[in-house]
């Protein structure tokens, strides 16, 4: 799944196209390597999220297509 789409799935960047501008400037990073929205996430990748004061870093625990507002947050764990 495109980084992007993850985000957005996981509610935890609001938007897609939000998702797409911010991996544009270069505020997302997988891995510690900055990410294009175009990224294939994996099980196991550690994602960096930029945009705020703090810092956000989340492990993705599974990648699905769809996800309801209780089980988004299944899907990934903070760090």
Known sequence: MRLDKYLKV???IKRRTVANEACD???IYVNDKPA?????????DII????G??????RVLSV????????????YEII
């Open 25 to 27: 400037a270069g505020r």
């Open 48 to 51: 960096e999220i930029r945009l």
């Open 64 to 75: 699905s297509e769809y996800a309801t507002k209780e089980n988004a947050s299944e899907q």
């Open 36 to 44: 294009r929205a175009s990224y294939d996430v994996k099980v196991g």
């Open 53 to 58: 004061q703090t810092p956000l870093k989340a």
């Open 10 to 12: 996981t509610r935890l």
